[in-house]
């Protein structure tokens, strides 16, 4: 069996990105172990180049955030795979959008990449999802049929997040690292789009919390703009980060009390799922992908509701019972997502695929 998997190698690497890498690697070491099949990387453009069926049996095209339909060279493909996730335009349209301004020109190119969706779906073998939010989203927006969706939900290298043997040491080496007061704090990873992070709600939310004594800080990790630091307008206590390395947002993490990711839309939650793994509890929106994700180890919010979020960060803190619980059952909560078993499913599917016997395949969340 000949897979190809489109992988994207640029610098500028989404989470979404990184994990069709991480795919990528580990499906490599099966390929090795087993002998059972190839494994090659290609870019997405050189699926319409001549007869892609002459040169692999299966193409994947992983982890694509967002609505846009992947490739219009289908019948070069006769077994292809997609990954999809988030298509919170689809779902809010501008509420969701950092530059409103612009939906005039991106209304028209969501209805247009729906449409393909619904017309080009059938000469789609297999379309995974992480969710069961997800997978009930892309069946009412997309239109996708749900025998065409499998839910695999995304692992977490538990070799790299782990809880801290020493969280006050951890937390003062990186606080001192990034020139941060050495204080417990708050910590929430965004992106550009702080809107549909849900970011501004979150910094009213703790200077709310300030007023009733909290004296935690509030950390924001992650690429932001110039708006966001507009919003926080100096506010004592918050600290806007940008890019960091992977081993600063480990010990970021580690050291933390608390993650808050109170997000519109989350398709899955990665740093949910990161937190959980160093011990971590978190607190985030009772809506779409992050209940299933944290169960009953974390707090749900209405994200709407400023009120509702500074009062769920007030409580987890002042209950220190509370906090050492979720902890507990967070980390216990993160073995259920494992790079093995996703690579394994992946494969799995595969299989099936290449020998036509695909049938309905549901994996749902443990």
């Known amino acids: 069996m000949k897979i190809a998997i489109t ?10 990105t990184n994990i069709a890498r991480h795919n990528f690697r580990e499906l490599g070491k099966i390929m090795n172990k087993t002998k059972s099949f190839t494994l090659s990387a290609i870019g997405i453009q050189s699926v319409s180049l001549g007869d892609f069926n002459q040169r692999y049996d299966i193409l994947h095209i992983p982890n694509m955030g967002g609505y846009k339909f992947p490739t219009n060279s289908t019948d070069h493909c006769k077994k292809i795979i997609f990954g999809l996730s988030g298509i ?17 020109i991106q209304e028209p190119i969501i209805k ?47 070799d790299f997040f782990v809880p801290s043997k020493d969280k006050e040491k951890t937390r003062t080496k990186i606080l001192s690292k990034l020139n941060i007061p050495n204080q417990k704090y708050f910590l929430n990873i965004g992106e550009t789009n702080f809107v549909r992070k849900n970011q501004e709600r979150l910094i009213k939310a703790f200077i709310k919390c300030k007023k009733f004594g909290l004296t935690h800080n509030l950390i924001i990790a992650g690429k932001h703009v110039l708006e966001l630091e507009n919003i926080c307008n100096n506010e004592p206590g918050i600290f806007l980060l940008d890019w960091i390395t992977n081993d600063d947002l480990l010990e970021l993490i580690q050291g933390a009390d608390v993650f808050v990711l109170p997000s519109i839309h989350e398709g899955f939650g990665m740093p949910l799922v990161e937190s959980m793994a160093c011990g971590i509890p978190c607190i985030s929106s009772n809506i779409h992908s992050p209940p299933e994700v944290i169960s ?21 803190i002042n209950e220190p019972k509370l906090l050492e619980e979720l902890s507990e059952k967070s980390l216990k909560r993160s073995n259920d997502f494992s790079w093995k078993k996703m690579h394994n499913k992946f494969l799995s599917c595969m299989i099936l695929i290449q020998k036509n016997q695909w049938k309905t395949l549901i994996i749902f969340m443990i």
Not at 137 to 148: F, S, T, V
Not at 296 to 316: E, F, Q, R, T
Request: with cysteine; aromatic share 12%.
């Open 7 to 16: 992988i994207n190698w640029n610098l500028d690497a989404s989470s979404l």
């Open 296 to 316: 009953d180890c974390g707090l749900l919010v209405n994200p709407y509701d400023v009120s509702d979020i500074a009062n769920a960060m007030i409580s987890i």
């Open 88 to 104: 919170d335009e689809v779902i809010y349209g501008k509420d969701v959008m950092l530059w409103k301004h612009t939906w005039y």
């Open 112 to 158: 247009k990449e729906i449409e393909n969706w619904r017309t080009f779906t059938n000469k789609v073998k297999s379309i995974h999802v992480t969710t069961k939010s997800e997978f009930e989203e892309m069946h009412k927006y997309l239109r996708i049929p749900y025998n065409k969706m499998t839910i695999i939900p995304h692992g977490v290298d538990h």
